[in-house]
């Protein structure tokens, strides 16, 4: 059982570059989430899609959009990359923005991002 | 909107010594909270959760929370400590629909032998 996968899990970019962070869950979740986490800060919300075919942003949303391609995959895109975007990114999901939260998230590994 | 304090940056304590991490929330409704605890390179894997009913709750590894709502507080607790338990630990607080869960900036436990 995978759960929630990410790719890549090391990225470095120049600034002005941009790229996509991939996201797939194989546990039929409904709500997908993106967080950044950096050092002293916890993991802030960029953006979350309660199901297929929805997106809405979260707390840090400026420089990012996202694409709920399927009920899998929920993709990140930064398209022209700031050094101030250098962090660790997780994807995670939940069975349903409906049930409030007697579904917990789950989280995928990470994928660490440098921006020089 | 909902926010979490983790006063403590770094714990440490030796094997075998009770544990608490503190936890403050503030939120204006019924709160959702979590422990989450995040080992080295890894994502995060939820400890524990309180939404209502008895204001101490278990969770996996032998750790325990209380909310204590009078303090606003939801402090996670371990009787022995284990070399293993030495992570990152998250409060997180959810908002009453279920859609926003916000982080405290994390307390990094060490165990010392």
């Known amino acids: 059982n995978a759960g929630v996968t990410q790719t890549p899990k090391f990225q470095v970019l120049k600034t002005g570059q941009s790229m996509t962070l991939q996201c797939a869950q194989d546990?039929?979740?409904?709500?997908m989430y993106w967080y950044r986490q950096d050092p002293g800060m916890g993991l802030r919300l960029i953006y979350y899609?309660?199901?297929?075919?929805?997106?809405d942003k979260g707390e840090v949303p400026n420089g990012y959009n996202v694409s709920r391609l399927n009920k899998r995959e929920f993709s990140l895109r930064l398209e022209s990359a700031a050094p101030s975007q250098t962090s660790v990114y997780f994807c995670?999901?939940?069975?349903?923005?409906?049930?409030?939260?007697?579904?917990?998230?789950?989280f995928g590994n990470g994928t660490r991002l440098t921006v020089t | 909107a909902q926010s979490v304090t983790q006063p403590d940056i770094h714990i440490t304590v030796s094997e075998g010594a009770s544990l608490e991490l503190r936890c403050n929330y503030s939120?204006?409704?019924?709160?959702?909270l979590f422990w989450y605890v995040q080992s080295p390179g890894q994502g995060l894997q939820l400890l524990l959760k309180y939404f209502s009913g008895d204001t101490l709750v278990q969770g996996i590894k032998g750790f325990e929370a209380e909310f204590k709502r009078s303090q606003s507080s939801f402090n996670l607790r371990k009787p022995s400590v284990h070399w293993s338990d030495a992570a990152e630990y998250f409060c997180a607080v959810g908002d009453q629909y279920g859609n926003k869960l916000v982080f405290g900036a994390g307390t990094i436990l060490r165990v010392k032998s």
């Open positions: 546990m039929n979740h409904n709500s």
């Open positions: 899609s309660a199901s297929e075919g929805t997106t």
């Open positions: 939120y204006g409704a019924t709160p959702y």
């Open positions: 995670a999901s939940s069975e349903a923005i409906s049930s409030g939260w007697n579904s917990p998230l789950h």
